[in-house]
C-alpha cells in the first residue's frame, strides 16, 4: 500500500494554462504538506494543512491555491501557469500532533513541465 | 526564519571509506534533525533523525552527531556501498503546535566510487 500518493506523476502542458495536483495520505496523519524541488533539486515547502485547516503559506504567489477537502486528501491547483513553475511538486505528511519531531513521509512527486 | 547550510555539495569516496556530510542551523529553537536520501527520480526517504535532547544517534552504517551550542548537526556513513549513492538533505524544524515548517538544507550528491 502506497502511503502518500499523488497524480498524475507526470504534467506536461502549456504556459497559461491551469491545473490540479491531488494528494491522498492512508497514514492517518494530521498534517499535509507540499514542497516544490526546482532544477537545482532544492526542496522548499509551499504549505501545511493541520486537520483541513491551512498552517503555513510561504509567500508562495496567489496562482497556487492548495485545497483539503479532509485531513486525507491535499489537493493543489495552480492557475496561469508559467514557465518558472516547471519543477517536482512533493506531497508530504506526519502526524503534526503539535509535536515538531514527527518524520514527514513523502509521496513519489508530480514532475511538472510548462511549454 | 531557520536558514540550514549544507556542505559540501558534491562528495565522491570509494567504496568502503566514510562519508560525512555537515548542515548548520541558524534558528537556536530547533530542535528537530532529520536527514532525507533521494535517489535520482525518486522521492525523498527519512534514512534518520535526531532530537536536541541527544548529542548522537546510530543506526547500522549511519550515524548523526549534533552540537546545539555550534548549531550544526552532522550525517556519518560507514562502510560506504554503491547504493549509498544519492543526494542527501538535512533539514531543521522546532515544534509550534500544527505549524511546523521543515526547512532543508541544499542537498549533497554522494557518489561511491566503486
Redesign the interface.
Known amino acids: 500500500d502506497t502511503a502518500v500518493s499523488q497524480t498524475p506523476k507526470y504534467l506536461v502542458t502549456q504556459m497559461g494554462n491551469d491545473k490540479s495536483i491531488k494528494c491522498e495520505q492512508n497514514l492517518g496523519h494530521d498534517t499535509m504538506y507540499w514542497y516544490k524541488q526546482d532544477s537545482k533539486k532544492f526542496l522548499k515547502i509551499m504549505f501545511s494543512y493541520n486537520n483541513k485547516e491551512l498552517i503555513i503559506n510561504e509567500t508562495v504567489p496567489n496562482r497556487f491555491s492548495p485545497k483539503s477537502p479532509d485531513k486525507a486528501h491535499l489537493n493543489l491547483h495552480i492557475n496561469s501557469l508559467e514557465l518558472g513553475d516547471s519543477a517536482v511538486y512533493f506531497c508530504a505528511s506526519s502526524r503534526g500532533t503539535g509535536y515538531s519531531d514527527q518524520p514527514q513521509h513523502f509521496g513519489d512527486g508530480t514532475r511538472l513541465s510548462i511549454l | 526564519g531557520e536558514n540550514v547550510e549544507q556542505h559540501p555539495s558534491t562528495l565522491s569516496v570509494q567504496e568502503g571509506d566514510s562519508a560525512v556530510i555537515k548542515c548548520t542551523y541558524s534558528d537556536s529553537a530547533s ?2 534533525f ?1 536527514w ?1 536520501k ?1 535517489e535520482l527520480g ?5 534514512i534518520i ?1 535526531i ?1 536536541s535532547n541527544v548529542g548522537e544517534k546510530k543506526d547500522q552504517r549511519i550515524a548523526v552527531t549534533l552540537n546545539k551550542t555550534a548549531k550544526h548537526f552532522s550525517l556519518h556513513i560507514t562502510e560506504t556501498q554503491p547504493e549509498d549513492s544519492a ?1 542527501y ?1 538535512c533539514a531543521a ?12 538544507g ?2 549533497t550528491r554522494l557518489t561511491i566510487i566503486p
Open positions: 530542535n528537530y532529520p532525507y533521494q525518486k522521492r525523498p526517504q527519512l533523525d532530537r543526494v538533505f524544524s522546532r515544534a509550534n503546535f500544527g505549524n511546523e515548517k521543515l526547512t532543508f541544499t542537498g
